[in-house]
């Protein structure tokens, strides 16, 4: 069993964490989120904001990478 949330984060990570930051995959993630919701219940991506995630970073001055050398 999954979530969709899962699904479209862990595709996003796959794809992006070796190059984009945190908070680019979090809105990756969001919009990869929102299509697949759209296809699974055949509905426009803003009918929906259950599953929006929610991403706030307090006192980072920088970006976050998974990869630190960049």
Do not use: C, W
């Not at 996003?12 to 969001?30: C, G, N, P, R, V």
Request: charged share 25%; aromatic share 12%; glycine share 6%.
């Amino acid at each position: 069993m999954y979530t969709y949330f899962g699904r479209a984060l862990s595709h996003t990570l796959a794809q992006f964490a070796s190059y984009k930051s945190l908070d680019e995959i979090i809105k990756k993630t969001t919009a990869r989120l929102e299509s697949d919701l759209a296809v699974v219940r055949g509905m426009e991506p803003t009918d929906d904001n259950q599953h929006n995630p929610e991403f706030q970073t307090f006192g980072v001055q920088k970006d976050l990478y998974f990869n630190p050398g960049l």
